[in-house]
């Protein structure tokens, strides 16, 4: 079973997202990079998946040449192969997203199952593994956190995979076809963490690269961030010692404690 998985280089966020003087981006200066959670799950089930069935798992991305250290970190968790489609810039819209990850995709042999992250950790567009899927022309399924294919046996193609996830009236449960793409979220299962051996290996793997030029015209112009007001509750002094012990009994009975 071949299996690509589709990973994104984004900045690692604190509860607090830094902004440029300008509000036009995410201030990256003081910030590390990862892989999303959802995209961290995915890597852990095709590792799953490959060792279960056979086969090989291709992580691919889109982005700079920074975006190599993501590719690195899934090739340390398990994955055999990775592929950078360059586009020169970090942030593309959802659809000359898709579009360059499906070049990255029919790069090489077609596999089995496309699996992606249900959203990115920073933009949380949503929609790139659906326009993935439709570039690839394969049926897609999303919001899943359960997932088993099932293989003839004695055939190394076709099969299903069926995948299910948390509906309003209860498990919704899938089944698809191979080849597809499933869009994956966090809690499908618990990623393992990269040994030491196999980020030494990693460090010395040879990564393909894919130039692809989006075209002019293309791509997400931001006009302005804004960070979401801070809702959290403030502590509010009561005063000091035993000056302080009428307005703990007014707080007491607005609780109905006294």
């Known amino acids: 079973m071949d299996i690509v998985v589709c990973i994104k280089r984004v900045p690692a966020l604190g509860s607090q997202v830094p902004l440029t003087d300008d509000g036009t981006a995410v201030d990256t200066r003081h910030l590390g990079f990862t892989i999303g ?11 799953r998946l490959v ?9 691919v991305t889109a982005g700079e040449q920074e975006a190599a250290e993501q590719l690195r970190y899934a090739l340390a968790m398990g994955a055999d192969r990775g ?18 990850l499906a070049a990255g995709v029919t790069g ?34 999303g919001g899943i956190k359960g997932l088993r294919c099932e293989r003839p046996e004695h055939s190394a193609v076709g099969g299903s995979v069926r995948a299910s996830r948390d509906g309003d009236a209860g498990t919704e449960v899938f089944e698809l076809a191979l080849p597809a793409v499933v869009a994956v979220k966090e809690g499908l299962n618990l990623p393992r963490y990269p040994t030491l051996p196999g980020r030494l290996k990693a460090k010395k793997a040879q990564l393909h690269v894919v130039a692809y030029d989006p075209g002019a015209g293309r791509g997400l112009r931001t006009v302005g961030l804004r960070t979401p007001p801070d809702r959290r509750a403030a502590a509010i002094p009561l005063g000091r010692g035993a000056d302080a012990a009428p307005a703990v009994v007014d707080v007491l009975a607005g609780l109905g404690k006294v």
């Open 51 to 59: 060792a279960q069935h056979g086969g090989s798992v291709t992580v």
């Open 37 to 47: 959670p959802h995209e961290e799950c995915a890597i852990e089930e095709a590792v």
């Open 83 to 100: 592929v950078l489609v360059d586009i020169g810039r970090s942030e593309t819209d959802p659809q000359t997203t898709a579009e360059a």
């Open 108 to 141: 090489g042999s077609a596999p089995d199952l496309v699996l992606v992250g249900d959203t990115s950790a920073d933009a949380g567009h949503g929609q790139v593994g659906l326009r993935l899927a439709a570039a690839l022309g394969l049926p897609v399924v």
